[in-house]
């Protein structure tokens, strides 16, 4: 696993390589293809279907799985779609990978897909080597790893972590419990259950799970009815673009932030609700993939130790290797790894890696039935594999540095109708000048062919899988150009 986050810094070799290693998933198809309306008659038929029994209000079509192939979607209407969007960036090696589908052909593998273990108390004698030669072996250099099911639980659970190490050092190291609050913890009062908060950003989204859902301020539908904590939240930098032409306002907006954040905690000490912990992600995706500067995590960094907390990246979009590193924050240059790295999404299975200090001193403090799923390991452990194999990170960097040239060429030609470029890798996006006409340029692309996303009032992001090529990354802007060219 030694070049899971290699850099080949000559651009013609690095490029020979990656094709060298990469050529394609056999079968796909040529380019998108579309015959009906989306969704067409059987999606809404099968919407129908379903809307008797749940609310469907979010689904967009119903897709084909046994014949989408790479980087091609195919709904329920015979429409094939070059997905940019992947499950909401959840498909590391696009549909039907061949290495995943045979995983299950295993017998070991099997078994343990079906006689599904609780985790915490029954693991099957392959786990401890599994979390090693999978987990482990892609750690950013943390040294404890965690499984759950999702990112909203992980983070959730996470959150339990930075809580219990505050009150551990609080304690002065002392690990037991005092009768009153052994007691008052099962009314919800002090000081068993203590008044402690998390920091987290306007714009952040780490789950809908309830305990998460005071970090998530980036859609008021998530919130709306909820209770929440009284929990600080601090504005992250909103850049000026290109980003070359405005360092000077860019460097002084992180610094407005970061000078935030202290007086925050300074704050909520007085309030007598200290904080326990930072909460970021290295790009806020869900509230409109805002990006932040190596200076600006580093900042953060800084507070959370001189005050104590501890520092969780939430990388449960920007983890394996969307930006062209293993996870986001290896761009950031910090200190020393963070405290807690959240992770899920391409990464199969849920989970986080966490330094020793926050690893609790009891059982059960962090525990539930299922601790995560061992089949979702083993389709991580063949996912790595085509990863080292086809030298992916590579073929993100190359993949991705095609699409934001071109899209940068787009805005230049189309800058009433985009703007803002940014991201890194192939996780990238670019702003529409309102929330409409967002949505008519993603519904354009949708009749083109084009399966994209949306994030925030008015950003279109692109979360390929990272088998995306430079040939597919042809096709989006080029169907991207034909939306936009309509629209002048």
């Known amino acids: 696993m030694r070049n899971i986050n290699s850099l080949v810094i000559n651009k013609k070799t690095f490029k020979s390589v990656a094709f060298r290693c990469f050529s394609g998933v056999p079968g796909e198809p040529n380019g998108p293809h579309i015959k009906t309306s989306i969704p067409g008659p059987r999606s809404k038929a099968l919407l129908a279907e379903?809307?008797?029994?749940?609310?469907?209000?979010?689904?967009?079509?119903?897709?084909d799985y046994s014949n989408s192939i790479g980087n091609y979607l195919i709904d329920a209407d015979g429409n094939i779609?070059?997905?940019?969007?992947?499950?909401?960036?959840?498909?590391?090696?696009?549909?039907?990978?061949?290495?995943?589908?045979?995983?299950?052909?295993?017998?070991?593998?099997?078994?343990?897909?079906?006689?599904?273990?609780?985790?915490?108390?029954?693991?099957?004698?392959?786990?401890?080597?599994?979390?090693?030669?999978?987990?482990?072996?892609?750690?950013?250099?943390?040294?404890?790893?965690?499984?759950?099911?999702?990112?909203?639980?992980?983070?959730?659970?996470?959150?339990?972590?930075?809580?219990?190490r505050y009150q551990k050092i609080a304690r002065g190291g002392d690990i037991t419990f005092t009768e009153d609050e052994e007691s008052s913890c099962m009314i919800n009062m002090p000081p068993g259950s203590p008044k402690l908060s998390l920091l987290s950003f306007h714009?952040?989204?780490?789950?809908?799970?309830?305990?998460?859902?005071?970090?998530?301020?980036?859609?008021?539908?998530?919130?709306?009815?909820?209770?929440?904590?009284?929990?600080?939240?601090?504005?992250?930098?909103?850049?000026?673009?290109?980003?070359?032409?405005?360092?000077?306002?860019?460097?002084?907006?992180?610094?407005?932030?970061?000078?935030?954040?202290?007086?925050?905690?300074?704050?909520?000490?007085?309030?007598?609700?200290?904080?326990?912990?930072?909460?970021?992600e290295p790009i806020q995706s869900e509230g409109g993939d805002n990006e932040a500067s190596s200076e600006f995590f580093q900042g953060l960094q800084n507070i959370a130790k001189k005050n104590g907390a501890g520092l969780l990246l939430d990388e449960v979009q920007t983890g394996c290797g969307a930006t062209g590193k293993m996870w986001c924050h290896e761009h950031f240059n910090l200190s020393s790894p963070p405290d807690i790295v959240t992770f899920s999404k391409k990464m199969q299975i849920g989970g986080y890696f966490h330094t020793a200090e926050m690893r609790p001193d009891q059982p059960y403090r962090v525990f539930n039935t299922w601790m995560g799923d061992p089949g979702k390991i083993f389709l991580l452990k063949a996912v790595i594999k085509v990863i080292n194999q086809n030298n992916l990170l590579n073929n993100v960097q190359i993949?991705?540095?095609?699409?934001?040239?071109?899209?940068?060429?787009?805005?230049?030609?189309?800058?009433?109708?985009?703007?803002?470029?940014?991201?890194?890798?192939?996780f990238l996006a670019f702003n529409?000048?309102?929330?409409?006409?967002?949505?008519?340029?993603?519904n354009s692309l949708k009749k083109k062919g084009i399966q994209s996303g949306g994030c925030g009032k008015q950003a279109i992001r692109l979360r390929p899988a990272l088998i995306f090529q430079e040939k597919h990354a042809d096709i989006y802007l080029d169907c991207l150009r034909q939306v936009l060219q309509e629209m002048k």
């Open 203 to 280: 714009g952040a989204f780490h789950g809908r799970t309830f305990g998460a859902l005071t970090t998530t301020h980036s859609k008021a539908i998530h919130k709306l009815d909820i209770p929440a904590f009284d929990w600080p939240i601090a504005h992250f930098p909103k850049y000026k673009y290109p980003l070359e032409d405005n360092a000077r306002d860019n460097k002084a907006e992180d610094e407005k932030c970061l000078a935030e954040v202290e007086e925050l905690f300074e704050q909520y000490k007085k309030k007598g609700i200290p904080v326990a912990g930072i909460v970021v």
């Open 432 to 442: 529409a000048p309102s929330q409409k006409l967002r949505d008519d340029i993603m």
């Open 81 to 164: 779609l070059l997905d940019s969007f992947t499950q909401i960036s959840t498909l590391p090696v696009g549909y039907n990978h061949p290495e995943l589908l045979n995983v299950f052909k295993q017998e070991n593998t099997l078994k343990a897909l079906i006689n599904r273990p609780a985790l915490g108390v029954f693991p099957g004698d392959y786990w401890p080597s599994l979390l090693k030669d999978v987990l482990l072996s892609i750690s950013p250099g943390l040294s404890q790893v965690t499984t759950m099911m999702c990112g909203s639980c992980s983070n959730e659970n996470a959150y339990k972590n930075l809580f219990i």
């Open 399 to 426: 993949t991705g540095a095609k699409l934001k040239s071109g899209l940068h060429k787009l805005e230049q030609e189309y800058s009433n109708l985009i703007n803002s470029v940014r991201g890194r890798g192939t």
């Open 50 to 63: 379903l809307n008797e029994i749940q609310q469907t209000g979010s689904v967009q079509l119903f897709a």
